[in-house]
């Protein structure tokens, strides 16, 4: 088995990486902004990331329902399902959309910020 090759570093290299790093710690026009830059790093504030995670999230679950439902459809539809069933299945997903209804205001967030756009193919709902 061949010996890993070591890397070798000047202090010139270092002392630019050290100056590269630094900058981020310079004021800029942008900074305290929430979402801004603050010199060449990204200032994001608890809330903005809060926020955006819970969007992502929500984006996902909102994403699975949709697909739960037509699920369902095409089963109701196939006749797989007997009337019981087909009784709580659309409860329960009627309960989910309550949800996700409920921590979309949670989280301040308007429907259509849960909306993908696919590009070519449009918007996801």
Known sequence: MK???EA?????????FAKVMQRGNEPSPQEGQPGGLAG????LDG??????LGQLVLTLVKLLHELLEQQALRRI???SLDAAEIERLGVALMR????IDRLRREFGLEEDDLNLD???????F
């Open 96 to 99: 989910q959309g309550q949800e």
């Open 40 to 43: 060449n790093r990204l200032a």
């Open 118 to 124: 696919l590009g070519p193919l449009g918007r996801l």
């Open 47 to 52: 809330e903005t990331v809060k926020n955006g």
């Open 3 to 5: 010996a890993p090759s």
């Open 8 to 16: 070798w570093m000047d202090s010139q290299d270092l002392d630019d």
């Open 77 to 79: 539809e196939g006749g």
